[in-house]
């Protein structure tokens, strides 16, 4: 449940017969050839009056994204090591009383942090595998397979996108405390928090108009090899869908970790919680240092992991959606 | 009978084949199914039942809605909603466009400029939150109080005071959100066709004169979804409110969303999942009818 836009990136196979390739070559090849023009002319920007302009507001605008997107999480990892009082006092000051790393132990250790972190780790792998399979197997059956009814149940699919998440949240949580047909009740289970991330019809989307790009003769030629359902599907089809299930996996972990609502919602058992439900109420009965250890912490592995894909996340945009 | 006999040795081979498309459409269907389908269909049913869940649920009509209706606080909700709607667009819908354009002409290490300015996407909000009400403190040694000291302004408090508050709140959810909304508008820069570009300076255009007439009216049925897709997102805003301020001080930040988790689980007054979910179809409908309203306005604009 995000306040503002989410993106939603739009994958496409690459149409070279080389299907199988990273998928960030192909920007990094453009990039090369690229004397792709923008807003200014290469003879606009040899104009001095230009060419100060263009320092000055490029300049700036990157000054002010170190400050106000870098600033607040180096201050955090800044005060993660700094003594209370320090913080308190002189908060933006740099450590005018030396360092304290003992913050990070305390908070790993004493308040217990390690066991809302492996919570969000078992969390996160769960829903990236719930997710992975409904997108994948859904999206195979309606792109490749496509049995008789599959446009009916696309739709019905792609209708749950228009029902804003607001509505599900107190029936979703009726339903999973008391399963239709079987009665389990998942609540404070791991599996009520993984089961509803995998009903995400945009990765069902991704992954269905992937598979209707693939090339059809490759799939025709399977077929006429003799080639079943499911060795398609796993000798073919799935070698061929590395870029999108690299964008389907990221997105579904780094969302799993960011998670707050549905977790705060179907985990009340404090030792079953994500860092992100446990950390308010650790905030309000904790030293203020080793609270800021904490989301240091917590914050650590998203970052890190947005660094490692930063080509997947940074390549996205809504398009594609909007204009197939 | 000797006739199904002979049929018989045929049916696993069939079976098989219509088999394989089941297989594989089960965990959609059933994960569909449960955990969203269902719900929404007992939305309805739940809207016009009392239910807690320990007694059987019985019809109840209306009733949920009219308890709704009479609410005082559902006025309160309503305003509070909309207000933040309204300072998210006036604060928030801009900067990304703003990052955007400036962005999509920076020629050298661009690559950084999206990585900065997606980097707050990336930090769970909850762990955005709790930093920010650190930064929101409102003592004079508060970090942002102690930079707008450096200036002779404030000290401002933030989060204490009801007229303060909700600007608080869209600050920092501008600030976790709009690197996704930059990423959206740079990948759709990539495709204006250069041949307006030079056409303009053909015609003498200056480097507004080409933002103005060329890249925003290439923007323009981008930013007509990213402006409904907003609108829609910080109607049901629940988390800032929840942490920051847990829709206080005086009520100042109780959220639709709020009221309805309110309804529904909180401590005291919890439990009226009947209340909480009539709240939440009213709220999908009239999202529901304002995005009707809105595609009909606009569809002429962006083409």
Not at chain 2, 249 to 262: F, K
């Amino acid at each position: 449940m995000s306040t503002l836009v989410q993106h939603t990136p739009d994958v496409q196979p690459e149409p070279e017969p080389e299907l199988s390739g990273p998928l960030p070559r192909r920007r990094r090849r453009r990039r090369a050839a690229g004397e792709t023009r923008t807003i200014t002319s290469a003879f606009e920007r040899r104009r001095p009056g230009v060419r100060i302009g263009r320092t000055i507001v490029n300049g700036g605008l990157l000054v002010f994204l170190l400050i106000a997107c870098l600033g607040p999480i180096l201050w955090l990892a800044k005060s993660a090591i700094t003594p209370t009082q320090d913080t308190l006092r002189y908060p933006l000051a740099l450590w005018p009383h030396g360092t304290d790393w003992e913050n990070l132990r305390t908070a790993w250790v004493e308040i217990d942090l390690k066991l809302y972190f492996w919570n969000t780790v078992v969390i996160a792998i769960g829903s990236w595998a719930v997710q992975m399979l409904v997108a994948v197997t859904g999206g195979y059956a309606l792109a490749i397979l496509r049995p008789r009814g599959s446009r009916i149940l696309y739709g019905l699919v792609l209708a749950t996108m228009f029902v804003p998440a607001v509505v599900l949240l107190v029936p979703l949580y009726l339903t999973v405390l008391d399963l239709p047909f079987t009665h389990w009740n998942l609540v404070n289970t791991y599996w009520g928090a993984f089961l509803p991330a995998g009903a995400s019809a945009f990765n069902v989307a991704l992954v269905k108009r992937f598979f209707d790009n693939l090339p059809r003769e490759v799939i025709d030629a399977a077929r006429v090899d003799g080639c079943g359902d499911f060795r398609l599907f796993w000798h073919i089809v799935l070698p061929m869908s590395r870029p999108v299930l690299g964008v389907v996996s990221v997105f579904a972990v780094l969302a799993a970790w960011k998670d707050f609502v549905w977790p705060l919602v179907v985990l009340p058992d404090p030792a079953k919680q994500p860092l992100s439900v446990r950390l308010p109420r650790l905030a309000a009965v904790t030293e203020l240092d080793v609270v800021l250890a904490a989301l240091l912490i917590s914050c650590a592995l998203p970052i890190a992991f947005f660094l490692v894909f930063q080509r997947l996340f940074l390549r996205g945009g809504l398009e594609g959606a909007v204009k197939g | 009978m000797t006739a199904l006999l002979a049929r018989l040795p045929r049916l696993p081979e069939r079976l098989g084949r219509s088999l394989g498309p089941l297989v594989f459409l089960l965990p959609m269907l059933l994960v569909f199914g449960l955990f969203s389908w269902w719900p929404i269909v007992r939305s309805f049913v739940m809207s016009v039942q009392q239910t807690n869940m320990v007694t059987p649920a019985t019809y109840v009509g209306l009733d949920n809605f009219r308890a709704v209706l009479d609410d005082p606080l559902l006025t309160t909700a309503v305003q509070n909603t909309a207000w933040f709607a309204v300072l998210a667009l006036v604060i928030g819908y801009p900067v990304p466009l703003i990052l955007a354009v400036v962005m999509s002409d920076v020629r050298r290490a661009r690559g950084l400029y999206s990585l900065l300015a997606y980097l707050p996407v990336v930090v769970p909000p909850a762990v955005a939150v709790l930093l920010w009400r650190f930064f929101y403190d409102a003592e004079p040694t508060g970090v942002f109080n102690t930079i707008l000291g450096w200036f002779g302004l404030g000290p401002v408090p933030w989060l204490e005071d009801a007229s303060w508050a909700m600007p608080s709140l869209v600050l920092e959810a501008t600030w976790a959100a709009a690197g996704g909304t930059v990423i959206i508008y740079l990948a759709a820069l990539v495709s204006v066709p250069p041949e307006l570009y030079d056409a303009a300076e053909a015609d003498g255009a200056g480097i507004l004169a080409k933002v103005w007439h060329v890249t925003l009216p290439h923007l323009r049925s981008i930013m007509l979804i990213t402006l409904i897709l907003q609108i829609i997102g910080t109607s049901q805003v629940f988390l800032e409110p929840y942490l920051f301020t847990d829709g206080g001080p005086d009520n100042a930040t109780l959220t639709v969303l709020l009221l309805v988790y309110n309804y529904a689980f909180a401590n005291t007054t919890g439990g009226d999942y009947g209340k909480a979910t009539a709240l939440s179809l009213m709220l999908a409908a009239a999202l529901a009818l304002m995005s009707v309203v809105y595609f009909r306005v606009t569809r002429s604009w962006s083409e």
